[in-house]
């Protein structure tokens, strides 16, 4: 606050002023109550004319640039109260933004005989932080539509609500997503251009287009190519539209189409506009991806609910339709066998008899394995192994006697194990494959070993042996190993591998050490030890 006592102290204190405001970079002015410029640096007032700054114009025909005072006057608002102001202008000399601050000069009395008013410029700043809004405004807006779809927002609403929002957040009349079907480019969803009497229109003609399609990648349409982009877009021109720009929704290699932003005023979109409006075709690619992998899983699971039923019916043929008239085949000619006594249509006989039980252990194997592999989980519980193997053992005895096949098994102890009653079947199949590949007269070990928290058995054989290709190979279903002559279904080893998996085991081939045949083995958890 300043007093002026008279008339000198008057010219003293403009004249302190005058040396002070030389040295501010910023417009300062002393008025008076007659809102005339008394004094002033007149920084950054090219505009005004030198004879206007000579003389004591009036500060609103001076500084903004009007005949008559303004409306709301805060100058003599702060004559008025004695109290400073501060407010932001568009400045009329320079159109840039200004902070006005008004500071009233009292006298003895108390009575405001001047004001200063200071003007800074603050376009940078606002400049900055109209920037920070629009991003901050543009990260919201890609949130909010990343919730929509995360929450599983159906996509023809999220593609939608997208343009509404880019449209919004970029202060722009029209945005739209265009989709290229067949040779057509096709409006999915738009704002703007609720009113377009056509939707779908052929590539190539003078409508819209998406540049990006084309040129696969992003591409500002500027201010100074704007007219020679759209002169030849009859719709977008029709509109009146002079800027601009699209981004690839999903990959460049496909695409599933563009989002278009255009404006009728001249604008010069920033890389942010640019980033803000990929951003959200990004989460839209996301969002149709997400979708059609969705549609894709229901499908799939449609297929395979159907594979389903199509297995439970072929496993109902397999032992009812299939397997019943099978089992009736074998009851006949085993009884025709005992009571013909011709050799030779005995030994036809045989032939059926052989061949149909072959198709039954081909249907019976079969149905094993369908059903096995509709298991994801099985019971467990703690048992001994070893009087399973003993008998399994006993059960393939008289297939072993037939070839006049050893036997050996000399277990040390127990094997408690974590097993399922479907272990059985394992055994059974390693010790009927070792049989049938053994040569007459040959010797079959079967050992359990102490494998820490696992038992692993052995069944080891002197047949013709697996060779190294084969044994990735003959634990899937339908291959075999060539054993010459010998001929299976090709699913007794994939029934094994699967019934160990569901143990948590192991299964595998080696060849044994004696330097012929194979070692077939597997593993089983131990049961847990009594504390």
Known sequence: MCEIKNDEQKDSQLNLLKKTFSSVQDLIVVIDRDMRIVTSNWKNCDPIPAN??????????????????????????VFATGKCRTFEIEDPLDNR???????????????????????????????????????ERQQAAVAK?????????????????SVELVAKTLDVEYCRIMKNEDGNTIMVAGIGWEDEPEKKT?????????????????DIVQEENSQERFDKLSTLKAQGIVSGMDVIIGSKDKPFGTMNVHSTQERMFTKDDMNFVQSIANVLAEAHSRKQTEE??????????????????????????????????RGFTEQLIITEDDDSRKNLLDKIHNNNEKLIYMMESASKFIKLESIEDIRFGE?????????????????????????????????PSLINPL?????????????????????????????????????????????????????????????????????????????????????????????????????????????
């Open 145 to 161: 539509l990343g919730q929509e779809g995360l929450a599983g927002a159906e996509i023809e609403e999220l593609m939608q609500g």
């Open 52 to 77: 206007e700054k000579k003389s004591n114009p009036f500060c609103y025909s001076c500084l903004m640039k009007r005949s008559t005072p303004c409306g709301s006057c805060k100058l003599l608002e």
């Open 296 to 329: 894709d899983l229901k499908k799939y699971a449609r297929e395979l609910e159907d594979a389903n039923h199509l297995k439970v019916l072929f496993t109902d043929i397999l032992t009812h339709d299939l397997l019943n008239p099978a089992n009736i085949i």
């Open 97 to 135: 933004t200004k902070l006005i601050e008004l500071s009233p000069v009292f006298d003895d009395d108390g009575s405001v005989i001047f004001v200063v008013r200071h003007s800074k410029d603050i376009s940078e700043r606002k400049h900055v932080e109209k920037v920070l809004q629009m991003r």
């Open 423 to 531: 272990i059985d079947e394992v055994i059974l199949n390693l010790l009927s494959n070792a049989i049938k590949y053994s040569p007459p007269g040959g010797k079959i070990s079967i050992n359990v070993t102490d494998m820490g928290e696992n038992w692993k058995v052995h069944v080891a054989d002197i047949g013709p042996g697996i060779s190294n290709e084969d044994k990735t190979l003959i634990f899937e279903r339908f291959r075999q190993a060539d054993k010459g002559s010998v001929k299976g279904s090709g699913l007794g080893l994939a029934i094994v591998k699967r019934i160990v998996e569901l143990h948590g085991g192991e299964v595998g081939v080696n060849d044994n050490p004696i330097g012929r045949g194979s070692v077939f083995w597997f593993t089983v958890k131990k049961a847990p030890c009594e504390q």
């Open 202 to 218: 052929e590539t190539g003609k003078n409508d819209i287009v998406c540049y990006t399609l084309y040129s696969c990648g992003p």
């Open 383 to 415: 048992e001994d192994l070893l009087p399973v193997m003993r008998k399994v053992i006993r059960n393939v005895e008289p297939d072993s006697h037939k070839k006049d096949i050893e036997l050996n098994f000399t277990p040390e102890s127990s094997y």
